[in-house]
């Protein structure tokens, strides 16, 4: 496998969280299409943190688990030093160590000291796993894996829209007694607004609509916030719920198979955005409201 330098490989990691632009973000994007190392590289980091995004719950980790580790780690260190103290003074016993000394420790000695490190990651890893990794949303009930399959659907030309008109007040309008809540769609300057479509998923009303910019599509699928964070239709994720929480918005997610994914809201409903251009540029096309 190619070896990469340090540079690039933290610009693939702010690659896949969103954080590059300009010339950056070309010299990523190339390096994806010309070197198949580097795309797996690329598949295998986005994959891992996709997997940690919609698995890990961020929450601060219990005081007792730390205490446990340092009380686990206690009793290893004074049970060995009471079999050491029944032991002739010879190769068995723990050297004490200096910081002058410590470049000479003893092999059996590093051994019980990466023993207790290691008992401290086991404890660790345990834990992680017990209150993390919990949860999982199936992803015909994902509210963005959803939105990320329709858009490919749209962009192949496979759904057809119900309703084609590039004025946001009349696409509103026929979408008003399909659904049970106030559809928001953008009046914009930065791309034209091409129509939409309604369907039910999961149990939810939902409305979709597409604009074109440039030679690329946005598309949009919106629901009602107050479906969304619950857990009998379609779902949010849990850190896109509290980040609603907490009155963030246009949130990036991790790109999937190039497909580019913003979470938004406004008005009483939850939006996500699915395009081949930059998230960051997808935000700034859909709020580029005409005055």
């Known amino acids: 496998m190619a070896k990469f330098t340090e540079h690039q490989l933290?610009?693939?990691t702010d690659y896949v969280g969103n954080r590059l632009s300009g010339d950056e973000l070309n010299q990523?994007?190339?390096?994806?299409?010309?070197?198949?190392?580097?795309?797996?590289?690329?598949?295998?980091?986005?994959?891992?943190?996709?997997?940690?995004?919609?698995?890990?719950?961020?929450?601060?980790?219990?005081?007792?688990?730390?205490?446990?580790?340092?009380?686990?780690?206690?009793?290893?260190?004074?049970?060995?030093?009471?079999?050491?103290?029944?032991?002739?003074?010879?190769?068995?016993r723990i050297p004490k160590i200096?910081?002058?000394?410590?470049?000479?420790?003893?092999?059996?000695?590093?051994?019980?000291?990466?023993?207790?490190g290691a008992l401290a990651v086991a404890v660790l890893v345990f834990f992680v796993y017990s209150y993390y990794f919990s949860n999982v949303i199936p992803k015909d009930k994902d509210f963005i894996e959803v939105s990320r399959n329709i858009f490919d659907k749209v962009d192949a030309g496979e759904i057809k829209l119900q309703y084609a008109t590039n004025n946001p007040a009349e696409l509103a309008n026929f979408f008003k007694d399909k659904v049970d809540f106030n559809v928001f769609i953008?009046?914009?300057?930065?791309?034209?607004?091409?129509?939409?479509?309604?369907?039910?998923?999961?149990?939810?009303?939902?409305?979709?609509?597409?604009?074109?910019?440039?030679?690329?599509?946005?598309?949009?699928?919106?629901?009602?916030?107050?479906?969304?964070?619950?857990?009998?239709?379609?779902?949010?994720?849990e850190h896109h719920k509290d980040d609603i929480v907490k009155g963030e918005n246009w949130k990036p997610c991790a790109p999937i198979e190039g497909d580019?994914?913003?979470?938004?809201?406004?008005?009483?409903?939850?939006?996500?955005?699915?395009?081949?251009?930059?998230?960051?540029?997808?935000?700034?096309?859909?709020?580029?409201?005409?005055?």
Request: net charge positive; charged share 25%; hydrophobic share 35%.
């Open 186 to 237: 953008p009046d914009i300057k930065d791309a034209e607004l091409l129509g939409g479509v309604y369907n039910e998923i999961a149990g939810e009303k939902l409305v979709h609509f597409v604009h074109r910019c440039g030679n690329k599509l946005i598309y949009t699928m919106q629901g009602c916030m107050k479906d969304v964070m619950k857990e009998d239709k379609l779902m949010l994720r």
């Open 98 to 116: 200096s910081i002058q000394s410590k470049v000479n420790v003893a092999p059996s000695s590093r051994r019980y000291y990466y023993a207790a």
């Open 28 to 92: 990523v994007e190339n390096l994806i299409n010309s070197n198949p190392d580097f795309k797996m590289r690329y598949i295998l980091e986005k994959n891992t943190a996709e997997l940690f995004s919609t698995r890990l719950k961020n929450i601060e980790t219990p005081l007792y688990v730390y205490q446990n580790i340092n009380k686990g780690i206690d009793e290893l260190i004074s049970s060995r030093a009471s079999v050491q103290n029944t032991l002739p003074d010879t190769q068995y």
């Open 260 to 291: 580019n994914i913003v979470v938004w809201y406004r008005d009483g409903v939850v939006c996500s955005s699915v395009s081949k251009i930059a998230p960051q540029q997808i935000a700034s096309v859909l709020t580029s409201y005409k005055k």
């Open 10 to 12: 933290e610009l693939l």
